[in-house]
């Protein structure tokens, strides 16, 4: 997922990961020159993220405010903080008008909020059917852009979505950005 998302984010900046799990994109994003922040509700993910870092850097990168134990609902963080957003299969919180509110509101104008929803696999190969098998039997089937567009739009992002070719697979990548806000000239006062 590192490259994927590394080619939607483009220019570097400071980057906030939500749900950022065991850490394998915090890490990539680092080591392709972001900032990264990155935030889960799960203390053991946030463990698992500060060790990765730790043993991937000569020096510890814990606290630099990696692994922060924090709700998307509630982010802790000031306005404009952030130049893009990413989240990996997603969570259904992430669709949550209060979460779409927050990550908008601490994104900076023009700001890019990049989700990868899941993969289209190709072939049919024994294991391309097992892992369909798998993903019907849970309930992990592909999301349709035209069912979420409308929630992005309504919180005001522009919505695109992209397919990215893997080997195996496409990767989904849902790219919602915050409007450019226009410079307002300083009064004459």
Known sequence: MGAVCHSVLAARGRVLEIAHGPGHLNLSLRQAGFNVVGIDRSPEMCQMLRARLARASSRSEAGD????????????????????????????????????????????????????????????SPLTHLVRLAYTLTGQGET??????????????????HLVARPHADVIVWVCTTPFMPRRAPSGR
């Open 144 to 161: 349709p852009a035209p069912a979420v567009a409308g929630l992005f739009a309504s919180a005001g992002f522009a919505f695109e979505e």
């Open 65 to 124: 405010g990696s692994g922060l134990r924090a709700s998307a609902l509630r982010l802790p963080f000031a306005d404009g903080a952030f130049d893009a957003a990413v989240s990996t299969f997603p969570a259904e919180f992430l669709f949550m008008p209060g979460t779409l509110a927050g990550v908008k509101r601490v994104l900076q104008p023009g700001g890019r909020f990049v989700i990868v929803p899941g993969t289209r696999l190709r072939g049919n």
